[in-house]
């Protein structure tokens, strides 16, 4: 597929952006906890998506040459926050690993990184919402960045903070993940009825999607199931139940994962421009 290099790069950094939020909550919520895991983990998303974008230009220089017109491009302003939320990552991670006593500047990198990475999100949505491809248009494109960003950023900060989170109360990641898939549902699927009912080029994408419908079907199982399984571990308070909950977590994050995967694919195989290009 053509635009794998795009899919890698949107879902990695997403991922990466949506742990950097949760880290920033659950020091908030958790006094006194590292998560050095996850924030090695969220660094290393970032590098790989910011590896894959620049793959898919082809020449690392367009990049810098692409941010020559942030005042008109939404391409200029993705590379440009995508950029500096990896560079806010990897300091951040490095000063958790080797500076962990600098307590404020931990917390004003988990912040300004925290920021950062949901303008990157909105830049994200902002192209292809600009683009010429029907598909893309709507507020559907910027939900799904964002129920990507929250659920599987939350996901994968659970498990690997885990042993840190052992005994405290975890319900506000499983919340907040089903809150995310469903809202992502609740606007996907009206989206895609209204689709075929638009242009040359929004038929001829609701078309492919109808072909893909086993694929999509499969997506929502897995998002919605998966959100709804991780409930019942971050509901329980026993330590008794940690391990069947540690179980049932990571059967959550490898459903959620695949389906968003499966879904974001989806996103790139439906489009069909009206004209050519993106702005």
Excluded at 31 to 44: E, Q
Excluded at 71 to 89: N, Q
Excluded at 215 to 235: D, R, Y
């Amino acid at each position: 597929m053509g635009d794998m290099a795009l899919l890698v790069f949107s879902f990695c950094m997403q991922a990466a952006i949506g742990m950097m939020f949760f880290m920033t909550l659950s020091h908030q919520l958790y006094k006194g906890k590292a998560f050095k895991g996850a924030a090695a983990t969220a660094a290393g998303l970032s590098i790989v998506g910011v590896l894959a974008s620049l793959a898919h230009l082809g020449q690392p220089l367009h990049a810098l040459n692409s941010l020559l017109n942030l005042g008109s491009s939404w391409l200029s302003r993705e590379v440009l926050f995508s950029g500096l939320f990896m560079g806010i990552a990897v300091l951040y991670a490095l000063v958790q690993w080797y500076k962990s006593d600098a307590l404020a500047l931990s917390a004003g990198l988990r912040w300004i990184g925290s920021g950062v990475g949901l303008i990157a999100v909105f830049s994200m949505g902002k192209l292809y919402t600009t683009s010429s491809v029907p598909v893309w248009q709507g507020i559907n494109t910027f939900v799904d960045f964002y129920a990507t960003t929250i659920a599987v950023g939350a996901l994968l900060f659970l498990v690997l903070s885990l042993k840190e989170l052992q005994g405290v109360d975890k319900k506000v990641y499983g919340f907040a993940v089903l809150a995310a898939v469903i809202l992502q549902a609740a606007v996907a699927i009206p989206y895609a009825i209204a689709l075929g009912l638009g242009g040359s080029a929004a038929q001829a994408s609701a078309e492919i999607l109808s072909g893909m419908s086993v694929m999509i079907s499969l997506k929502w199982i897995l998002v919605l199931g998966g959100a709804v399984v991780l409930l019942w571990p971050t509901l329980q308070k026993s330590i008794k139940t940690e391990g069947q909950s540690s179980i049932l977590i990571y059967a959550s994050l490898g459903a959620l994962i695949c389906g968003q995967f499966i879904g974001r694919y989806v996103f790139y195989a439906g489009m069909v421009a009206s004209t050519i290009g993106l702005t």
